[in-house]
């Protein structure tokens, strides 16, 4: 999959990382930076993004933190008929969901799709303590993965505590945003979605680990 990715300033350096790390290994993802110093209004957005650029993308990632270059990324896209996730972007257009690890699952994101998005675990038990934990899918910022270690042979309410606590120290959105309705900042958010991906798949290893024993 040809995956372009859009950041500012660093903005989207963490994400890149994860896709590196643990996304599919047939993908081809192309940077661009756009790191000059910017006015605060851009009336000609196409001067810093242009068709050319975009158009032969399967896939763009819109870390941007400019309004003016955001917008027109996600319109340009649209236009196009380019899929785009805009992660905590306000948009009508392309999929804008709250966190990276707040997007569900579509069809038109392919591969990217599946391995990134809200999180699922597969989980081992033995005497109600986590023996063994994969990913199946989590953050592009790796936040998923790089706690597994410390709550492998960790029982699970106490896994259930330390697990999201865990990924909001790894997570990288800005904790100040805050959403209207539910009153969360993403780094809240990302540790309640993860939390509840490590305790449905607890329960679905307890009840496979039951039936196996009838």
Known sequence: MQILVFEQNGSGRNKIEGLQRFGNADDEVTVVAI???????????????????????????N???????????????????????????????????????????????AGYGERFGFPEYQVELSQGIIRDIKVIRGAPCGATWDVLAEVTGVPVAEALILLPRLVQYHCTADPGRFDPVTGKSPVHYAGYVHRAALQ???????????????
Do not use: M, W
């Open 35 to 61: 790191d000059e110093q910017l006015p605060e209004f851009i009336d000609d957005p196409e001067l810093y993004i242009k068709p050319v650029t975009v158009r032969n993308a399967e896939l763009v990632l």
């Open 63 to 109: 870390y941007l933190s400019h309004p003016d270059l955001s917008h027109h990324l996600i319109e340009l896209c649209s236009r196009l008929e380019i899929p785009v996730v805009s992660s905590g972007k306000h948009n009508d257009k392309g999929y804008t969901p709250f966190t990276c690890c707040g997007l569900g699952r579509h069809k038109k994101l």
């Open 200 to 214: 449905k798949a607890c329960a679905r290893a307890q009840q496979k680990k039951e039936q196996g024993e009838k």
